[in-house]
Nanobody, 120 residues
Framework: QVQLVESGGGLVQAGGSLRLSCAAS????????MGWFRQTPGKEREFVAGISWSGASTWYADSVKGRFTISRDNAANTVYLRMNSLKPEDTAVYYC?????????????WGQGTQVTVSS
């Protein structure tokens, strides 16, 4: 089992940047595929970015491709989401998630979320 704690959210102006962090507990962090998701009120949670166990493979939602970068530091049990050129529509609660099966679509563990607000 793994516990996830996000940090780094906040208020930023459009065009600005933020870096979210997700610290994971446990000694098996490197065995988990990690992902970032976001959710706004009244909408379903949507996928933002994912990263493989080693970090060699990453994938993104079209809406953030070229602006967001996911990375991980397995020695520090942490996954990051660097967000550049932020837009008001990026405003959401951002969640990190973990799964131990690369093929499975659903994630097994979730953090509590961190709010990101982008002002116009």
């Amino acid at each position: 089992q793994v516990q996830l704690v996000e940090s780094g959210g906040g208020l930023v102006q459009a065009g600005g940047s933020l870096r979210l962090s997700c610290a994971a507990s446990g000694r098996t962090f490197s065995r988990y595929v990690m992902g970032w998701f976001r959710q706004t009120p009244g909408k379903e949670r949507e996928f933002v970015a994912g990263i493989s166990w080693s970090g060699a493979s990453t994938w993104y939602a079209d809406s953030v491709k070229g602006r967001f970068t996911i990375s991980r530091d397995n020695a520090a049990n942490t996954v990051y989401l660097r967000m550049n050129s932020l837009k008001p529509e990026d405003t959401a609660v951002y969640y990190c998630a973990a799964k131990n099966d690369y093929v499975k679509s659903s994630y097994d563990y979730w953090g509590q979320g961190t709010q990101v607000t982008v002002s116009s």
